[in-house]
């Protein structure tokens, strides 16, 4: 009964090459985001969606399409994976209505190494 | 521009003593303050949070205080116990868009027995 999910935990792939990151949120909660935690440990946001619709969009290469089909579900995928990509991505949700100062639900993470 | 600063990287302390995590932050315009706990290989996971019309707010053995002129709250663990040995982490949040936190880049806390 994992409230937010991941898959994969770990991905190790070439650089050049297109990757996806899946998550999925079982909370009920209307938003989610993707973060991006670089080898200095820093939490940085990327992307926000509310109810399948974008509403941050931080700065960050359009090699980065992230896709909600549901507002259960908030995708990440990654065109031409640089190395500089390497990082930990954690998703998170959280419930703007229920709470206008919304508590964030993260993931376990997403470790991936460029090669 | 980082907007949300923890100064000290670590922290180490004895059982049963207090620890203290600092944060500070530079937007006056930040109205709401979390802190996040997290476990090597886990998520951050929600720990407190406190509104900018508080100076203080206490759970157990947790207690945030913010000093908003100083722009400067901390996160009071009293006693500390081996089992929060983690790294955590402060965020700062706008009441307009309360979803959108910026986070500071952790402390890591290491409670000894």
């Known amino acids: 009964d994992t409230a937010v999910s991941q898959t994969p935990k770990y991905l190790v792939t070439q650089m050049g090459n297109d990757k996806s990151i899946k998550c999925e949120q079982n909370?009920?909660?209307?938003?989610m985001y993707w973060y991006k935690q670089d080898s200095k440990k820093f939490l940085k946001i990327m992307f926000s969606y509310n109810n399948k619709e974008l509403i941050i969009n931080e700065t960050v290469p359009n090699r980065f399409s992230p896709k909600s089909p549901d507002k259960a579900h908030l995708n990440l995928h990654i065109n031409s994976l640089e190395l500089g990509d390497s990082a930990v991505y954690f998703c998170a949700s959280s419930s703007q209505n229920r709470d206008r100062r919304a508590t964030q639900y993260f993931g376990p993470g997403t470790r991936l190494l460029v090669l | 521009d980082q907007q949300v600063k923890q100064n000290s990287p670590s922290l180490s302390v004895q059982e049963g003593r207090i620890s203290i995590l600092n944060c500070d932050y530079t937007n006056s315009m930040f109205d709401y303050f979390l802190w996040y706990k997290k476990y090597p290989a886990e998520g951050p996971t929600f720990l407190i949070s406190i509104s900018s019309i508080k100076d203080k707010n206490e759970d157990g053995r947790f207690t945030v205080f913010l000093n908003k002129s100083a722009k400067h709250l901390s996160l009071h663990i009293v006693p500390s116990q081996p089992g929060d040995s983690a790294v955590y982490f402060c965020a700062a949040s706008f009441n307009t868009n309360a979803g959108k936190s910026t986070f500071g880049d952790g402390t890591t806390l290491t409670v000894k027995p």
């Open positions: 909370l009920g909660h209307d938003t």
